[in-house]
């Protein structure tokens, strides 16, 4: 009798042992599924942070080489059509520098000269050096700064378009120092700057042309994910 009374206990025992066990069990896996699920949001987020820096750099990298290109491009073609202030009257000629974009202290050096062509063409081509020698700064530094982020194909673009305008920059300098005063086409000074314009204006698209393939496939990665 007293078998057969504690036999159901003994079961009901065991059965609540298994269902505690399984509560203790499901709420380990659960906890589990938790933490996974934690970690993954956790790995998403670093992977759409990291994807917005890469887009935010894709675009300033995109501004600082246009905009040194687009320099290289202008102030070439200016070379190729000089105005002729000597033969300017007054008001031509005061109208022409009040919208020149040089220093006040330049035209007045221009205006006092016997010889304005001369002293323009000088003082306008280290103004155009000038600015073009700060924008590949600009982009040298941002290059340096943040080349960990690109790829390798990128960086070795980028490597290729800072050493063609480097040199150009170097030829450029050459060529001012050694040129004639008159601008004239056949003397060496001339050639060197000329040939240097063409060049970087001839290789520097086609390098940032395969630059701008690469950004648009991260990109396309980007929108994908």
Not at 77 to 87: E, V, Y
Not at 181 to 198: A, F, N, Q, V
Request: aromatic share 14%; charged share 30%; proline share 2%.
């Amino acid at each position: 009798m007293d078998l057969e009374i504690g036999l159901p206990i003994i079961t009901i025992i065991v059965n609540l042992c298994i269902v505690i066990f399984q509560l203790f069990y499901s709420g380990r896996e659960i906890q589990k599924v938790e933490i996974l699920k934690s970690n993954l949001n956790i790995e998403k987020q670093l992977k759409i942070e990291y994807h917005k820096k890469l887009y935010d750099l894709y675009s300033e990298l995109w501004s600082v080489i246009q905009t040194l290109q687009n320099y290289f491009h202008f102030y070439g073609r200016r070379l190729q059509s000089s105005p002729d202030l000597n033969k300017m009257d007054e008001l031509e000629f005061n109208d022409f520098l009040d919208n020149s974009e040089l220093k006040n202290y330049d035209k007045e050096s221009i205006i006092r000269s016997n010889d304005r062509n001369s002293v323009y063409s000088e003082k306008i081509f280290w103004y155009s050096f000038n600015k073009m020698s700060k924008s590949y700064n600009d982009l040298f530094i941002f290059f340096s700064l943040n080349k960990i982020y690109f790829n390798e194909e990128i960086k070795e673009l980028i490597d290729s378009l800072i050493d063609l305008y480097n040199s150009s920059l170097n030829d450029l300098a050459s060529g001012g120092e050694t040129r004639d005063p008159i601008w004239r086409e056949e003397k060496l000074g001339y050639r060197l700057i000329r040939s240097t314009y063409d060049k970087v204006n001839k290789d520097g698209p086609l390098i940032i042309s395969q630059i701008e393939k690469l950004i648009e496939n991260d990109l396309t990665k980007f929108l994908n994910y």
